[in-house]
């Protein structure tokens, strides 16, 4: 059986190129987990603010539905684990909207017979808490800019307040972290933001502040 030789000017690889090729693989290996475990806790940071602008949006609908205010609640509980969780919750009333005919006049001091009404047989029910996804923390809420008040464990909730017509009692800014990202605060945050005016919600990566208050004369008579 003929020997095969190397073609001339061909040569194999030394065990030194084999060992620096083995090295390279390797190092490029451990960077690949690395970088998923960024990308899904990115992902998982992104996936609790968009929960946060849904439980916005559901406050706001409640309490156009009720014809009542309705709260969204955000701070910390315990668990069924007794360990402490951020997370948000609903608190609205248990009186039902007025019943009234569609075109049916009903004067001012009616109207206001049945707000007395409803505010005196009023009781206030929660649902339950939603929990933020372990390693997600919410580290304050803000009604003003430059002014943050923490979210700390046991302390009372922040009450985010819409009323009837689905108007936000003020701007609310509000910033998740996840704990679990090793990297500066300004890449492991984000920012939900509801506009004083239009009551939308919407979130912002880093760490954003409310805009500035405007006097009311800004806005006409």
Known sequence: MPILRPARGQRGFTLLELMAVVLIMGTILLLVPASLDSLGAQGKLKNTANSL???VNGARERAILDAFEVHLEIGTFRDEDDEWR?????????????????GEDVDESEQQRLRELRNRDRE?????WHACPSGITITGVSERKGSWNKVGDGGKPHAMRFFAD?????GVAV????????TDAQ???ITVVVNALT???SWREGEQELPE???SSNFGN
């Open 53 to 55: 602008v849904s439980a």
């Open 199 to 201: 009551s939308e919600p």
């Open 166 to 170: 689905g108007t936000v009692e003020t």
């Open 124 to 128: 206030w029910l929660y649902t339950s």
């Open 187 to 189: 890449y492991k945050t």
């Open 175 to 182: 910033r998740i972290v996840n704990e679990d990202m090793e």
């Open 86 to 102: 951020y997370g948000w919750r609903y608190r609205f009333t248990n009186v039902p909207p007025p019943d009234v005919a569609a």
């Open 213 to 215: 208050s405007l006097p």
